[in-house]
């Protein structure tokens, strides 16, 4: 049996893998026993960082494997039936990315690393069969899909109710509680890991638009931007404005300026 805080030899002289990773209370059940944990671990498998750029799979591909970020993030998209390039999701160290395959068995979007990033492959059908022993980890699992998709008809519904200004609000708020989950990570500042070209499509605005929001929160005072770091300063301000409290004045040559969004 092993002792609370010690790890079995074979695990030890591979440190670095799900026992010792520091996300692993994300991703995993904090009750599975460390048995359980190193049966996971056996089915899971590393690569070469991706690059910025590198796409760790496309639309169409076979579905065969779900990916925890490690390091890094990444960006989702598909392209409209114009043919444009739609931003549909960003992912985080400790999420998990893939779910879209199960369904049909072949991705239904590109994932795209926007930094130098790092993941753990998991092949889904070796996953399935270790969660029909391991109930913990499968109702982890099950939540964590429940949750994908929760989270993406939310933002369905955001980008087709909400103003513009509410909506950059609630994207701060959600990476703020997102990067709040990891170790180390202060929720109030934080590097936004996509640019504002990324940022923008996703939220279904245009760049103007999106840059003239930054300007305007700053001004208020609600948040600091340096580039692509972001301090909160006024995060009751930013859940007003989330909220439709808040509404930015206008000045008569800036109407939201909303894109075209389609999924």
Sequence with gaps: MVQSG??????????????????????????????????LQRIVSHGRPLPPGGILYRIGDAFESIYVVRSGSFKTLHVTEQG??????????????????????????????????????????????????????????LRTMSGEICANHHV?????????DERLALML????????????ISPLRFRLPMPRADLSNYLGLVPETLSRLFRRFCENGWISSDGRE???????????????????????????HLAAYNY
């Design 6 to 39: 010690t790890l079995p030899h074979s695990l030890a002289s591979r440190c670095g893998g799900c026992v010792c990773c520091n996300l692993r209370g994300l991703c995993l059940p904090e009750c599975l026993a460390m048995a359980d944990v190193e049966s």
């Design 230 to 256: 972001l301090a909160l300063k006024d995060i009751a301000a930013l859940r007003a404005v989330a909220d439709g409290n808040i509404q930015l004045a206008r000045d008569g040559t800036d109407p939201d």
């Design 173 to 184: 708020l959600n990476l703020s509680r997102r990067v709040s989950r990891r170790q180390g």
């Design 156 to 164: 369905h519904q955001v980008l087709a109710q909400c103003s513009a």
């Design 84 to 141: 444009a390039e739609q931003v549909t999701g960003f992912y985080l160290p400790g999420e998990i990315v893939g779910f879209d395959g199960i369904d049909e068995g072949t991705h239904q979007s590109t994932a795209i690393a926007l930094e130098t990033t790092g993941v753990c492959r998991i092949p889904f059908q070796r996953l399935e069969a270790l969660c029909r022993m391991l109930p913990a980890l499968q109702h982890r699992l």
